[in-house]
């Protein structure tokens, strides 16, 4: 694995560039006979079950679901084995930014047409998609048996994955909190706008009142500089602290940078289409620090834990 602090000491160098240097080809990626040492729990020495991280932000427009694709593709080339269920029920799109087709998703599967593997379809650098989370929430009325053989096969996820990243939609509605709050940690993603600061907030606020302790890690795209992510941070930070008493720890940020939006017009994800730019630096020392940092506080039950916890949250509500 590349060592952080010469890819941190290779982003101050390239937040200050005018220009794209866009290089040809993308980089080898690590093997994956890393995985095993990367989900040792470093307080316990035991392997722990697939580990569920919401991505979410308080208002759309953030750059969210491009954050979680390639967040899934460093962290796969980091040794990781990594499958995104895409839980925003009003405008899945991981499908569009990869220029993948999907035939199925989530519903198929709660309906019991498909198995969930016939809906997962295979993304770039060995991640696995699973299209369409709606599903999950139509559990709730599923007959009590069907629910069950659904629960059941929902445990072969931790089998498949070391980390499950749930790309939920943007805001404060039920259909996005009940996957945040299910999960065993959440990434809030901000830019330095006003409204978005904000947003993200409020969803730091709405966290903590259903958990005041939940693991909410915060990320600022679209910084200029180091500078403005740090002073972004610090402003939610500091207030979660203080009128909240919640900790929120800081993931890091990306910069902005012109090879997102080409990637995104051509659908290939930035991190391989252009993989010495700023931002593609930027998504690797993220996916180093969620890999070597504070220890992780996993709930039960792995995959299959955190869809019964989406069960047990919906109808629940949520005061901003």
């Known amino acids: 694995m590349t060592d952080q602090a010469h890819r941190l000491r290779r982003l101050a160098e390239l937040a200050g560039r005018s220009t ?19 989900r040792v729990c470093s307080d316990t020495g035991k392997l722990k079950g697939t580990r569920v991280v919401a991505i979410t ?16 593709i460093a962290l796969s080339q980091a040794g990781m084995r990594v499958m995104i269920v895409d839980a925003d029920l009003g405008l899945a799109n ?32 060995g991640i696995r998609i699973i299209p369409g989370a709606c599903g999950l929430r139509n559990m709730a009325q599923m007959e009590p048996d069907r629910r069950h ?6 445990v072969s996820l931790d089998a498949l994955s070391d980390m499950l990243l749930i790309d939920t939609g943007a805001g404060l509605s039920s259909n996005v909190m009940d996957f945040v709050v299910s999960a065993d940690e959440t990434i809030i993603v901000t830019t330095p706008e006003p409204t978005a600061i904000a947003d993200a907030y409020a969803m730091t606020k709405v966290i903590a009142q259903v958990n005041s302790d939940a693991y909410v890690r915060l990320l600022v795209n679209q910084a200029r500089s180091e500078l403005e992510a740090d002073q972004v941070a610090e402003q939610i930070t500091s207030v979660a602290r203080r009128f909240l008493n919640v900790h929120v720890d800081r993931l890091g940020y990306v910069f902005v940078d012109v090879a997102v939006q080409r990637a995104v017009r051509a659908q290939k994800p930035f991190l391989l289409l252009y993989p010495h730019s700023s931002a593609a630096e930027c998504v690797k020392a993220l996916a180093d620090r969620m ?30």
Do not use: C, W
């Open 94 to 125: 991981i499908d569009v930014l990869l220029g993948l087709y999907p035939r199925f998703n989530l519903g198929h599967v709660v309906s019991g047409q498909k198995s969930l593997k016939d809906v997962m379809i295979d993304g770039p650098e």
């Open 57 to 72: 932000s308080g208002k759309g427009g953030v750059g969210k679901t491009n954050i979680a694709v390639n967040l899934a």
């Open 20 to 38: 794209l240097a866009l290089a040809a080809g993308s980089e080898g990626h690590e093997n994956h006979d890393n995985a095993d040492a990367a």
């Open 149 to 154: 053989a659904l629960l059941t096969e929902l």
């Open 291 to 320: 890999l070597t940092g504070r220890p992780m506080r996993v709930s039960s039950g792995g995959a299959a834990g955190f869809v019964r916890r989406v069960l047990a949250s919906v109808g629940r509500r949520y005061d901003g």
